[in-house]
């Protein structure tokens, strides 16, 4: 019967198809579709419905109701009809004759259940050109609350069954910002199924139902809120036209039905009802779209003719565990088993697939549409289709961007966004079909920040618990604390009241969790059994929207008091990772508190350094200690000291005292060093380390440190693509652990740094000017810590140029913790002039000429409350000048650290500049970098950022670093005079940022007026993001969530409120002068215009900047 269907011409923008575009018989909106399918198709079947019904003995049976093409037709003509009489807000479109401009009224919200009568009531409101708003049955009054404030809904049609929420909902609506909102009892489907004579052949299509593509006013879909709350996502007639024409199948291989269980209310529904509209692949509908495993094997048997099945994984998880094999057998026998909407369970996946059924993976999102074909899996025809991969369709415009790690993602145009949609889903492609089939391996948003900022993935253990046989999902969390947890739970349910049931299942997952620990990061890793929630109450199960994809925020409400417990229990937790080692209640604090502290450390945490390579003064983290190990030390202290003091650990007390001493005296004095003043510390690390001459035996050098990170990498790159540059040495830190065994060079591990980054040197560039070499930073005298320490009299004979970059990215250590940093800036230095001295004594004429020059790479932080200062007088510009007091810096140990090292350089230059000019000093404040130009991306967790509206891409800064390192003193002219004397017995400084800035009203312009923040903001087209006064904007950040990732600027309350209008008004302005007069590349910068603005919007959103 397929054969004989005739397929509608489908045009949707897309560069495939512009062939179609003026073609006449193309067809754009799926109510026409409707319309052609009734003249062209009217007696194929369009939908079977299943339902129950009596029978004439009482008893409860299943049949199947047939409904072709033109009953279809009839039905939204007569749905449409009642329509019109009924809803009283609803509104037709309305054209402007002087203009032809077209307006719509007012959405209509659809709540009801997924059957053939929502399809009728979407389609009658879709021809009629009403905006048709769909709600999920599964929405709770709150989020329908929110739906219908956003979209501006006027009336919803509902069913009986979700009157109670639905009214609820309306109930809970401002009157101040969303208007009054009717509620209309829907009609069952079979009052417009009747059984009168076929109508007249009338369209269904209004006009003005259908304007052009950029015409967002059609349906209005919603996430599934596993993030919060959901969100209104409009969308065109081509939207829909572009679900129809998701296939990829034959007149034959379209025969026979599809049954579906998905509901209509989400974008893989609609597809198995756009599909039988475009190629007659007719769809069947369950009774219920939730229906047991089964009642789909009755349906199954009465249907007959089934031949492909489109579902989600907890139903094929349900029909894969029947206790009889009637659920394979069923899926046995089917073209494909479609699956969509969440991540099918490995181990269900694998006893399927080896069972023969034909899975065929499927993605979408709501914003782009459907992304994969539907098709038959052919494997005895040579297709290498493994069902964990989906293959992307080829006839939309999606781009694949390869990032870092070996994986990708996509990037879609979504119709009429008029701007590019970054999908969330990490991906690796498939090594058969490398440029069609792809594996989601996570996501964006799944990212848990800590409260030490480190980021967490959970995928690798919430994938291998789903593999697990005893588990049926696993929800990692720990937003906001210091170490994560996962939830959990079990396939086969636990009695709350069955304790050793729930301790033997605990330990089952512990054993899964050790196993995956040893793959991560330290700081992601579980630190105990106690780490992990059993979910065993009654009626408490992890939620999952419709599409049967985990609600993870959801997840953290409904189980926050499960959760806030655990952590609770962990901060009385002390962890013993040696069998047989003394708890730390049996330590003796009081008799050697330093021998005991030494033995939680050595024995406690997992610590790899063996007794005797670490001292008592030793920097923890410079020794290697990470997050995790800091927070097991700092439990075990509090327990040891319990019974003996009611003195309080805070949770930052390992990171205030990371060592030994300092934790023995921050004990004994009440934790009197927790008050020592950040500016007296910072003038006691300048009078230790800013010493008039290096003692004899100094020596550390390095031609770049810092060349594994982001700016250290482009330096690297540009450098080398330099002529005049002959070799570049990058010295990198050696691992902290000396059991670490490895065959791979530090030169090796720089080249995968730079693949990971996606940049590339030629491979006679890491031949001829690379060099690597390690060195232990957390001890840099003597020799600058060099593993092999000749090589300091190499690096003092050719050594011309030093780039101080390497920096500890660890917001959390306090400036008594950059001990070791002041100690390499020194050693740097020294270097330096040791270049000298060897270079003068041996007559080097072609070295001695010029003296060697030491860069650091500082902070725009260093300078942040200059205007503060007496000396400033209120000046609105920072010069490039040294700045006059430790009040100036930030009060973080970062940038107090940095400006510690300003002052060191200065002392410095004091003693081996002036007229002598044995070394040249400089030092670069730098501030906020963006992504490369090329890559498009720019580091969310960057921690200072543009607060002046300064913006500097990574490939820039290096460009103009390097301007400034060979910079000498020049008469030449310059169109950029100079503010500063020149002077070698003070550093050169420079201030690196862009200095081209435009008032907030041009970036708010930009902002508004972007499509992707139009879009976000403005679900039906209404005017976009408002402007607020800033104490409202102010007011209204504060009251929100604690909720690092959703609203970041929390994390900088205080910095809004006291510090924010002072700095973004214009009062304080980093002076550029003498960077732009040395730097070429900084004088090229642009503005930041509403392009650039563009392209950093669309990179924030495709990390879930955004979301």
């Known amino acids: 019967m397929s054969s004989s269907f005739v397929r509608p011409t489908l045009y949707y923008p897309s560069s495939k198809l512009k062939h179609l575009l003026n073609d006449p018989n193309t067809i754009k909106t799926l109510p026409a579709v409707v319309d052609f399918n009734a003249a062209r198709n009217p007696n194929y079947t369009f939908c079977v419905q299943a339902e129950k019904v009596k029978t004439a003995d009482g008893e409860s049976t299943t049949r199947a109701v047939t409904i072709s093409h033109r009953e279809f037709r009839d039905g939204i003509l ?99 910002s969303a208007p009054a909102v009717s509620i209309y009892g829907r009609q069952p489907y079979g009052a417009f199924l009747s059984t009168q004579e076929p109508l007249s052949a009338r369209s269904i299509c209004n006009a003005g139902h259908h304007t052009d593509e950029t015409d967002l006013q059609v349906i209005i879909l919603h996430s599934s809120g596993s993030t919060g709350l959901p969100k209104a996502i409009p969308q065109s007639h081509e939207y829909f036209v572009g679900h129809a024409a998701c296939y990829d199948l034959t007149p034959s291989e379209a025969e026979g039905l599809n049954v579906s269980t998905l509901p209509l209310y989400h974008g893989f529904g609609i597809l198995a009802m756009c599909l039988s509209l475009s190629v007659g692949l007719t769809m069947c509908l369950p009774v219920n779209s939730v229906s047991s495993a089964e009642a789909l094997v009755d349906l199954f048997t009465l249907l007959k003719n089934a031949r492909s099945m489109m579902t989600v994984p907890s139903v094929l998880d349900d029909l894969a565990q029947m206790e009889t094999d009637a659920g394979i057998q069923t899926l046995q026998k089917l073209q494909f088993v479609a699956v969509g909407g969440g991540p099918l369970s490995p181990p269900v996946g694998t006893k399927l697939a080896a069972a023969g059924v034909p899975l065929l993976n499927h993605i979408g999102a709501t914003e782009v549409g459907a992304l994969s074909p539907i098709f038959v899996p052919k494997p005895a025809q040579g297709d290498k289709y493994d069902y964990r991969y989906f293959r992307l369709r080829q006839d939309f415009d999606i781009d694949v961007l390869d990032t870092e790690g070996g994986r990708c993602r996509l990037v879609g145009h979504p119709f009429g966004l008029g701007a590019p949609f970054p999908i969330q889903d990490q991906l690796v492609r498939s090594a058969d079909n490398p440029e069609t089939d792809f594996l989601v391996v996570g996501r964006d948003d799944d990212v848990i920040v800590l409260a030490t900022g480190e980021k967490v993935l959970p995928g690798l253990l919430e994938a291998a618990i789903a593999q697990d046989e005893e588990c049926k999902v696993g929800v990692m969390f720990g937003r906001g604390q210091f170490e994560a947890g996962v939830l959990v739970e079990p396939r086969r349910p636990i009695e709350s009241g069955d304790r050793k049931g729930g301790e033997r299942f605990r330990d089952h997952v512990w054993e899964i969790v050790k196993t995956v620990n040893e793959k991560l990061d330290a700081h992601a890793r579980l630190s105990s059994p106690k780490s992990i929630i059993i979910v065993t109450t009654p009626g408490k199960a992890i939620p999952r929207s419709s599409k049967d994809s985990v609600l993870r925020q959801e997840a953290w409400r409904v189980f926050e008091s499960e959760i806030e417990a655990m952590y609770q229990e962990l901060d009385g937790y002390a962890l013993s990772s040696t069998p047989g080692v003394d708890t730390p209640s049996m330590i003796n604090l009081d008799a050697d508190l330093e021998g005991g502290l030494r033995d939680l450390v050595q024995n406690n945490i997992g610590w790899r350094i063996p007794v005797g390579q670490w001292a008592d003064d030793d920097d923890f983290f410079e020794l290697g200690m990470d997050s995790l190990q800091a927070l097991e030390l700092r439990r075990l202290i509090a327990t040891a000291i319990k019974s003996t003091t009611t003195k309080q650990i805070s949770r930052d007390f390992v990171y205030r005292h990371p060592s030994i001493l300092k934790l023995s005296n921050a004990i004994r004095g009440g934790d009197a060093a927790a008050n020592t003043t950040s500016a007296s510390e910072m003038d006691r690390f300048i009078a230790k380390y800013a010493a008039s001459k290096p003692p004899a035996d100094a020596g550390h050098v390095i031609l770049l440190t810092g060349s594994t990170g982001s700016l250290g990498t482009h330096l690297v790159q540009h450098l080398s693509s330099l002529p005049s540059v002959s070799r570049i040495i990058c010295v990198v830190r050696k691992p902290s652990s000396p059991t670490t065994t490895t065959t791979v060079s530090p030169k090796d591990q720089l080249n995968a740094t730079f693949s990971a980054r996606h940049m590339s040197l030629p491979p006679e560039i890491w031949t001829a000017k690379i060099d690597v070499l390690q060195a232990d930073f957390s001890k840099p005298a003597p020799f600058l810590g060099l593993v092999e320490p000749h090589h300091y009299d190499n690096l003092r004979r050719t050594v011309t140029h030093i780039i101080h970059n390497g920096w500890p990215m660890d917001f959390n250590r306090h400036v008594s913790s950059f001990e070791s940093q002041f100690q390499l800036t020194r050693g740097l230095l020294h270097l330096a002039h040791d270049i000298h001295t060897y270079h003068h004594h041996h007559h080097h004429s072609n070295l001695s000429a010029k003296p060697p020059v030491f860069m650091f790479i500082s902070s725009i932080a260093v300078a942040a409350n200059y205007s503060s200062e007496p000396q400033s007088a209120g000046a609105c510009m920072v010069p490039e000048i040294p700045m006059p007091s430790s009040r100036c810096p930030l009060p973080i140990g970062y940038a107090q650290a940095k400006y510690v090292c300003e002052r060191i350089i200065e002392d410095f230059a004091a003693v081996h500049g002036g007229d002598g000019g044995e070394v040249v000093t400089k030092y670069v404040r730098v501030g906020q970098m963006t992504g490369a130009r090329g890559s498009g991306m720019w580091n969310t967790s960057e921690h200072f950022p543009a607060l002046t509206l300064s913006w500097l891409p990574v490939d820039i800064a290096a460009a103009s670093l390097t301007d400034l390192l060979f910079h000498t003193p020049s008469p030449s002219p310059s169109p950029f005079p100079s503010t500063t004397p020149l002077s070698q017995s003070t550093p050169e400084i420079y201030h690196l940022e862009n200095p081209l800035r435009q008032s907030w009203d041009d970036i708010l312009t930009a902002l508004e007026t972007n499509p992707t923040l139009a879009s976000k903001f403005s679900p039906t087209n209404t005017p976009g993001p408002t402007r607020l006064p800033y104490e409202t904007w102010l007011e209204r950040m504060l009251a929100a969530p604690d909720d690092g990732d959703r609203n970041p600027a929390k994390k900088m309350a205080g910095f809004f409120q006291k510090e924010f209008e002072h700095m973004a008004q214009g009062k304080v302005v980093l002076g550029t002068e003498e960077a732009r007069r040395c730097s070429p590349a900084l004088r090229a910068v642009g503005i930041v215009d509403a392009g650039l603005v563009g392209r950093y919007v669309d990179a924030w959103r495709a990390v879930g900047f955004l979301d």
């Not at 009283?88 to 032809?100: C, F, N, V």
């Not at 979209?151 to 401002?174: F, I, Y």
Request: glycine share 10%; with cysteine.
């Open 78 to 176: 007569r749905c449409q009809g009642w329509l019109l009489r009924t809803v009283a807000e609803m509104q037709l479109p309305i054209t402007t004759i002087s203009d032809g401009v077209t307006t719509k009224g007012p959405p209509v919200a659809l709540l009801m259940e997924s059957n053939v009568g929502l399809a009728i009531h979407i389609l009658a409101l879709m021809g009629l050109g009403v905006p048709v708003l769909i709600l999920s049955t599964r929405l709770s009054p709150l989020a329908i609350q929110e739906l219908l404030t956003t979209t501006g809904t006027r009336a919803v049609l509902t069913s009986p069954r979700l009157e109670r929420v639905c009214r609820e909902g309306v109930a809970g609506l401002d009157p101040a």
